[in-house]
């Protein structure tokens, strides 16, 4: 339990130590130093090391476990790299941290009072915490994706119609009007029987009448 910070009594509190202070170059690094083993125990190559926030900005942030319900004394030094050989001390007297069971972080500007600034400790819902189940059900869900992924792509990619469909939608064209041409000709012939067909129909009773009448002449005659 301590290791997620939620005990009601905590044994390790994070504290911060920030600082605005412009070393000479890239050479130089600032470090938090201090009586107990966790901030060197007074050697300065076992320091803390703070981090520069922004190239050249001047604003240094170092962040460290400490003990809880503790008191000890620090100072900032800048050390020359790359030995961490002691290069300044502040100037002022060593400073006194007296830790409750808070997180917080201390503002101490250079060869200044420092102050500090509590963090609440918030004690995470029970629901929030991280559980085996929680493991196992996300190595499930994980599982499932894997498996409709390979799915996915096992699935038969559709077909490509090749290069040349053009071509081939044009002679299925070519071929179903050569198809088309006989029974055209032939409903065109038909067409034409049925005219002269039709016109010969409507000729023949002119001729039969007149063939009778040329038979009633010649038996007149007769």
């Known amino acids: 339990m301590d290791s997620y910070n939620i005990s009601r009594h905590p044994t390790t509190l994070w504290i911060q130590f920030e600082c605005e202070y412009v070393v000479p170059n890239d050479g130089f690094v600032l470090a938090v130093c201090g009586s107990i083993p966790e901030l060197g125990s007074w050697n300065a190559s076992a320091a803390l090391i703070a981090d520069q926030q922004l190239k050249e900005s001047g604003k240094w942030v170092a962040g ?27 100037e002022t007297h060593n400073r006194i941290a007296i830790l409750g069971e808070h997180n917080g972080k201390f503002l101490a500007p250079w060869n200044t009072e420092m102050a500090f600034d509590v963090v609440p400790f918030t004690k995470p819902r029970e629901d929030s915490i991280w559980t085996d189940d929680d493991a ?87």
């Open 64 to 90: 460290i476990h400490l003990p809880a319900n503790s008191t000890f004394a620090w100072k900032w030094v800048v050390l020359q790299r790359p030995n961490l050989t002691p290069y300044r001390w502040e």
């Open 136 to 222: 196992r059900q996300l190595k499930t869900l994980l599982n499932l994706i894997a498996q409709h992924n390979y799915e996915s792509s096992s699935l038969e990619e559709p077909k490509v119609q090749p290069k040349n469909q053009p071509a081939t939608i044009v002679g299925r064209g070519i071929l179903d009007i050569i198809l088309r041409i006989p029974r055209c000709v032939g409903a065109m012939a038909m067409s034409a029987f049925e005219l002269i067909k039709n016109k010969l129909v409507s000729l023949w009773p002119g001729r039969h009448n007149q063939e009778d009448d040329a038979d009633r002449d010649l038996g007149t005659w007769v």
